[in-house]
């Protein structure tokens, strides 16, 4: 019990430190969001979709994000709990617990039922340990199955720390330009319930464009 306690209390620091952390930091990047027209929306709002963003990638378009009550797939490896909580802070739903390797499905299902009662939801395709930047099946079987599109975020920092880590982590510098970009929404195309050859390959293409878009 007492372990349990103590881990508790690990976990709830760290969440919080992470939270300022994040805050303070964000708060001065010099930051610019670019492509929020391809975001699909119906009477003036926001339609749900699947975000995708790249692990590496995802710390400034989590920023960008804050406040709009996106679920995100927390892993439950290691630090998925203090991830969710964090997350939880910056005004996103109580994240679906799962990953690629764990919880997988339990997860998956969550965030369809999300998405058909009108929530958007996000992905790292690569996460919780990679390869880098090569897509999981799950988000494109969230998107099939709850009828609506993939819209690729990424970012692009002028100063940034990379940490040694398998997705090469970024994480912009204090008073960076960081420019966030959403790309145009992919559609993915299956066969029956099968993903069609080639949407993979399709998806990464997707992606990479949004990556261009703020690099430019």
Known sequence: MNDIRVRERKVRWAA???YWAVQLLARTWRLELRGES???SMDGARRP???AVWHGLMLAPIWTQRNRG?????SEHGDGEIIARILERLGYAPPARGSSSRGGLRGLMTLVAALRAGRSVAFTPDGPRGPARVAQAGLFVAAHRAGTVIVPMSMHAARAWHLRSWDRYAIPKPFARVCVTIGEPFVPRFDGDTLAGGEVERFASAMDAAEAMARA
């Open 49 to 51: 979709v699947v975000v």
């Open 38 to 40: 391809h975001w699909p």
């Open 70 to 74: 996106i679920m995100a797939l927390a």
């Open 16 to 18: 919080l430190a992470g």
